[in-house]
Structures are given as C-alpha cells and as structure tokens.
C-alpha cells in the first residue's frame, strides 16, 4: 500500500464535505450505532461521520504518526485494512474513503471489511482518471492532463476504482445497494492561502513532479519525455506565480468520487 504524510491527506482532503453531505445519504448514519473508518488517516472523514450520526465512531490507519491528528476526532486505533484487529461483526457500517485505490487486492479488503461489520460496507473513492481542471494558465490544464496519464499508466493500483468500485463490491460477495457520484471541486482564488502558495512554488521548482518520478517513469514515458515535461511543468508553476502576483490566478479542480454501498450477505 502507498503511503501518505499528514500534510498531504490534509490537503487534499480539506473541505471534501464542505459543500453537500447529500452523497452521504446512502451511507444511512442515522440507522447505525457502531462505524468504523478505515485508513482515516487524519481524520477527515471520521469527523464527518460523528457530525452527520449518534453512532460510536472508531478511526483506524496502519500509520500511527497519522493517528495522533485523528484521535483530536474520534477514538483510534493502529491496524491494517486487511487485518483489522476487531472481532467479528464488531460494527454495523464499515467505511473507507480514497482508501481502496491505493490497494493492489481492493476486495480483499472489502472482504475483511465486511467480516467485522454485521450490516454494511461503504467505499468513497475518486476515479483519478476523470479530474478536470479549469485555469486561468493555459497551459496548466493540458500538462495535468499529460502528467496524470504517465501516472496512470506507472502507479500499480487502481486510481481510477471509484466509477467501477462495484465491481470489488461484487468480488467480495457484498450486495451492492446503491453508487452516488460526488465531485469534490477544489477553487484556489484571491486572497491565496498559504496551501495554494506553496503548491504554486512546487510547481515552479518542479518538485511535484520529482516527487513522483519513480511512478511516471514506470510505465511508457521516456526519460527525455519526463525531462521535457518537468521544464514546461516548472515553466507553467513560474507563470502561476506571475499571475499569482497580480491576484489574477484562478483555479478550479473537479474530482469525481464514487460513494458505493454494499450489504453483508
């Protein structure tokens, strides 16, 4: 399983419900007394969960340095999704959010979820390959584009789960009742916060990229195509900061999540 910091899960997490929880109504809180979130990793989603119901909300990750932020939310505990150290039918909704897409054997999983849940099971996960981006930097939507598909074609899960999650639903032997689709749309506008300055920067010095180089470079892209698209990439970040400047950068990122609902026969 890839492995995420703090910083990263906050980021990329914050405000996921801010707008609409109404994806969230198949989940059905009101019904349940016992949830577990699997791979809360910080502990967004778990908050959410004790917000919108009365039930008892346990939050478990494999990563501890991830759970002392988790904890500020709900109890915790440290434990692997495929392994979850909870006897059985512990729960009655067992949920996980971006978890799923970062597994090599999601239904395998979605089967332990199920052994310690009496009742139902629940993914929340985004299909990677449906981002869209609109910006005020021409270039900045078309170079997303061709770096997430050299990532696509490098990372060895499945990002893209979330439209097709059923299918691990089925795998697993769970009676799929219900998919919403909830795209979670990120803006970065005047007046910038501090996460919009430092991602602008990133992109100028090109270290998201060199972050994630081992990955691109996994599957097709060449190294001369990698090197290319690192210059346009930190090209594109200088002309972020340029417009940044004179408080005319806009940006709007729309990621399609997929909230599956599944039964235990």
Known sequence: MREFSEDYLQRTRQGMWDDSREALAPLALESHERILDVGCGTGELSRVLEAESSADVIGCDADPDLLVAAR???????????????????????????????????????????????????????????????????????LERRARQAYLEGVPTNVALGADARDAFETAELEVCETRRYDHVRTVEPPYSEGALLAAR?????????????????????????????????????????????????REEAVPFFVTVGRVV
């Open 202 to 250: 990133r992109k100028a010095t090109g270290a998201g990229l060199a972050d994630d180089r081992e990955t691109l470079l996994a599957g097709p892209l060449t190294e001369s195509a990698y090197d290319d698209l690192r210059g346009s990439w930190r090209q594109m970040g200088r002309d972020v900061i340029a417009q940044m400047e004179t408080q005319e950068y806009r």
């Open 72 to 142: 500020d939310h709900v109890p915790v505990v440290a434990g692997d999704a495929l392994r979850l150290p909870f006897p059985d039918d512990t729960f009655d909704l067992v949920v996980c959010q971006a978890l799923l897409i970062n597994l090599p054997d999601p239904a395998a999983a979605l089967r332990e979820f199920a052994r310690v849940s009496s009742d139902c099971v629940a993914a929340i996960e985004p299909d990677n390959a449906a981002v869209e981006v609109d910006s005020s930097v021409d270039a900045e939507g078309p």
